[in-house]
């Protein structure tokens, strides 16, 4: 038999050779139900799939099995939360308990193999119960960012058409309550899919009336007799994990139960380094993609210990948060967003609070969500005194298409401001408008050759129109990621952004075009632009561009005012949706299309030349005067 390759390069080449040998490979690491029939194969519609004919359970692979083999008094779960004083530890064996009975409650609710349960809650232990307990029954879960406002929960239940919610009452926000049940009966009262029952988590700071007959105790459901695993096909799907596109429809990225167990098992090794009883902490959310595969599913596969954090990196109670968190319970590997970091240097710029703790078990640091600047980077690997690895994916993929992969041999180290290589898998590219690869440091879109590995979305939740629109169209053979960059020399890549109507606030995915939408249809909008402006500490935020129909009266702190509500209402604070702008027009080239790149270049101080297409190049400096008058935008900020 042929040595596995062990080397990055010989894992990336014998990746793309055969990519159905070398994932038949990784597969065989699990413990299937039925051993898949066909490695890779396409589905009626011609979209790729993996693994079938296998049939498997994803809470067997991440509880069962463990408590089997030797694992059931190791720590599954630590939860640490300063923002309600609580820390927990839970043993494989008890999170299976707790998930088994839960799943058995879940049934006694009517809930089938193939039925949607929409999860809408903060970091708590009950909510990952929650996940686990669908993948038990077969049951595909829809975790929604507890962040979200009413009508973007209404939304997602309107498209995936739960039989169940389960919420919490409340979350806490630093030391500021939000109260879940609220914004949940709005969001079930503005939808038009009513679902058969809620199921609320109580949280002593924000004690929630339940609504007889619908509403039921989280802890009654624990009272069931425990629920069996429920084999199902490779190609069913896991959950479901809506996302912004250009609209103000989300997407229903879908994952599958086969394809994602094999990436989650074979990524937590190769791409994080990480064995069997070792300690990550993801500080991130389970209402994201990272939260899906780092804090819940990845580590749980695998047989690590996975920390889940209610809080943030400052103010809970300090900067010193995350490092304390590593310390204490022993942490390899931290995950997190560089605005997290960039929001722990604003006010540690010394990083003293590191040298509080022993982190001597730490040994990398692993940022993404975002592009990362080089003086975040620097400043944490100086800190730190470990590796960071910037690394890029989205929710699309549900695990790393670029990295540098510490689990594998002869890795070139990272490099700062790039997001590494290509992880086996992933035959990423860089490519013209017309499709074609562009010539080494040319920046252009970035896309991936198909097949998409394992893990990767195979559609879109009933939408098989939208996925092809929308990623595989626009260059047959390939799935376009929306995402700017290049390639240099020595085959570092470097992400340089969105290339479409998306924007990342804060690690927190978002659609310019939703809000354009949304301020659109404000009475006194002739007609708008939200920009997704550069940000010191979240990266990027919107900013409004409006223009008033002819007789408005409106004055501009009023307008503004209006707008932010209307933005915070519809979509939630985590847009951060702070300035709009009244502007006697926007600049638009000969055919129509707003310039809102060159507004961005604008905004942000960034050298640009004027398109030959624009209509009035005047109307940039009507602009640029309004920004410099309300000091928006870094080239005009006066902090
Ligand atoms: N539920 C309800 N409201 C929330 C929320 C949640 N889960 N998360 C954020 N918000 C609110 C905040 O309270 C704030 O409200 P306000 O405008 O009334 O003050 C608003 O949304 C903006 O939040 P945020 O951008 O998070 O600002 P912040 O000052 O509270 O924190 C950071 C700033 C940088 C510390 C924080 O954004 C952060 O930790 N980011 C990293 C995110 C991350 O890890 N993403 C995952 C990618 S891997
Ligand atoms: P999400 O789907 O929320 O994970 O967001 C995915 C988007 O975040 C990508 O399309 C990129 O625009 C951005 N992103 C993620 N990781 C990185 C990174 N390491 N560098 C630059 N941008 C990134």
């Given at each position: 038999m042929a040595t596995p390759a062990r080397t990055y390069a010989e894992s990336h080449a014998a990746s793309l050779a055969d990519p159905a040998a070398f994932w038949a490979a990784q597969a065989r690491q699990l413990p299937w139900f039925r051993e898949p029939q066909e490695t890779l194969s396409q589905d009626d519609n011609g979209f790729d799939r993996w693994f079938r004919g296998g049939k498997l359970n994803t809470c067997y692979l991440a509880l069962d099995y463990h408590v089997e083999n030797g694992?059931?008094?190791?720590?599954a779960l630590i939860y640490d939360s300063p923002v309600t004083n609580t820390k927990a530890c839970y043993s494989y064996a008890e999170l299976l308990d707790l998930t088994a009975r839960f799943a058995g409650g879940l049934r006694d609710l009517?809930?089938?193999?193939g039925d949607r349960v929409i999860i809408y809650m903060p970091n708590v232990p009950e909510a990952v119960v929650a996940m686990l307990a669908c993948a038990r029954l077969g049951a595909v879960h829809s975790v929604v960012f507890g962040g979200f406002a009413p009508h973007e929960l209404a939304v997602r239940i309107d498209d995936a058409r739960p039989h169940v919610i389960i919420a919490a009452s409340g979350g806490l926000e630093s030391d500021k309550v939000v109260a879940y049940k609220p914004l949940l009966d709005a969001a079930i009262a503005q939808a038009d899919y009513k679902p058969a029952h809620t199921v609320i988590f109580q949280r002593p700071f924000a004690p929630a009336a339940l609504q007889p007959g619908r509403d039921v105790d989280?802890?009654?459901?624990?009272?069931a007799p425990a629920a069996e695993c429920v084999p199902v096909r490779?190609?069913?799907?896991?959950y479901i994990l809506y996302t912004s596109g250009t609209t103000g429809k989300p997407k229903g990225v879908i994952r599958d139960n086969g394809g994602h167990a094999v990436a989650m098992r074979y990524s937590l090794a190769a791409v994080y380094g990480l064995e069997p009883g070792e300690v990550i902490f993801?500080?991130?959310?389970?209402?994201w993609a990272v939260g899906h595969s780092y804090i819940v599913y990845a580590p749980l596969i695998t047989g690590c210990t996975t920390v889940l954090f209610e809080g943030k990196?400052?103010?809970?109670?300090?900067?010193?948060t995350f490092w304390r968190v590593a310390a204490e319970y022993g942490v390899s590997v931290i995950f997190t967003a560089p605005t997290a970091i960039r929001a722990i240097r604003k006010e540690d710029p010394e990083g003293?609070?590191?040298?509080?703790?022993?982190?001597?078990r730490l040994r990398y640091l692993f940022l993404a969500g975002e592009r990362c600047d080089s003086a975040t980077y620097d400043w944490a690997a100086s800190s730190l005194g470990v590796p960071v690895i910037d690394h890029w994916w989205q929710t699309e993929s549900?695990?790393?298409?670029?990295?540098?992969?510490?689990?594998?041999?002869e890795m070139s180290p990272p490099r700062a401001g790039s997001a590494g290589h290509p992880v086996p898998g992933y035959d990423v590219q860089i490519l013209d408008e017309a499709g074609q690869p562009v010539p080494v440091g040319t920046p252009g879109l970035v896309a991936v050759k198909l097949?998409?590995?394992?893990?990767?979305?195979?559609?879109?939740w009933q939408d098989d129109a939208r996925f092809r629109r929308g990623?595989?169209?626009?260059?047959?053979g390939y799935y376009l990621s929306g995402d700017g960059g290049y390639q240099d020399a020595d085959g570092y890549f470097f992400i340089m952004g969105r290339v479409d109507d998306v924007i990342n606030v804060a690690g927190h995915r978002l659609s310019t075009g939703e809000m354009e939408e949304l301020l659109a249809?404000?009475?006194?909008?002739a007609e708008c632009a939200v920009l997704g402006i550069a940000c010191d500490l979240r990266g990027q935020r919107p900013v409004g561009l409006v223009v008033l129909k002819d007789g408005q009266m409106i004055g501009e702190e009023q307008l503004e005012q209006e707008l932010v509500s209307l933005i915070r209402n519809m979509?939630?604070?985590?847009?951060?949706?702070r300035n709009a702008l009244i502007v006697k027009r926007l600049p638009k080239t000969?055919?129509?299309?707003?310039?809102r790149k060159t507004l961005r270049h604008l905004a942000d101080g960034e050298e640009f030349t004027?398109?030959?297409?624009?209509?009035?190049?005047l109307i940039l400096d009507e602009i640029r005067e309004r920004l410099h008058e309300r000091g928006v935008g870094l080239a005009f900020s006066r902090e």
């Open positions: 694992r059931a008094a190791q720590a009517g809930v089938l193999p989280y802890e009654e459901l624990l009272k490779a190609t069913d799907p896991l993801a500080a991130s959310d389970i209402g990196p400052v103010r809970t109670p300090d900067a010193g003293r609070l590191v040298r509080d703790y022993d982190l001597s549900g695990w790393p298409m670029l990295a540098t992969l510490i689990g594998l041999d097949p998409l590995p394992p893990g990767c979305l195979p559609t879109l990623y595989l169209d626009t260059f047959p249809a404000h009475p006194a909008v979509i939630g604070a985590v847009a951060s949706f000969r055919s129509g299309k707003i310039l004027v398109p030959s297409t624009i209509d009035d190049p």
